[in-house]
């Protein structure tokens, strides 16, 4: 990861030690998806159309039913088209009410040598590297 300091004119690189929960497939990448599908982490709950897409509308709960996700994936691709989570009401009255409930909408640019250069962060000249 490269972070830079735009007050202090300074730069670094680091690398990332975190590791997400293992039974929480990462949305943003098809294989995981493809996985959790197969190995039966990810339930499907019906194919739909989101925003002009054909998605596999996935569903996956967690411990004791704590929380719910939900999410839509391109049925070609596998890649993340719409996420909502949500967390188990107090009541029984509403398992995963909309007040306890996220969404987030991804957006993909088309792949190209012109979007993939934007990926690539270069510190600005006379910028100091400080490890």
């Given amino acids: 990861m490269i972070t ?7 730069w670094s690189i680091n690398h990332m030690t975190d590791r997400k929960p293992t039974d929480i497939p990462d949305i943003t990448d098809a294989e995981s998806i493809r996985k959790a599908m197969a190995d039966g982490t990810l339930e499907l709950a019906g194919k739909e159309n989101v925003d002009g897409i054909d998605t596999l509308h ?12 939900d999410m839509w994936v391109d049925s070609k ?3 993340p088209v719409r996420e909502t989570a949500a967390k188990a009401g ?11 409930t ?5 957006k993909w640019l088309p792949r190209s040598e012109e979007n993939l250069a934007r990926l690539v962060l270069t510190p600005p000249p006379g910028f100091k590297r400080t490890n």
């Fill in 102 to 106: 996220v969404t987030t909408t991804y």
């Fill in 77 to 79: 691709t596998y890649l």
């Fill in 4 to 10: 830079v300091d735009y007050d202090l004119k300074t």
């Fill in 58 to 69: 996935l569903r996956l709960f967690g411990p004791k039913r704590s929380y719910r996700i």
């Fill in 90 to 100: 107090k009541s029984d009255k509403e398992e995963f009410p909309p007040s306890a």
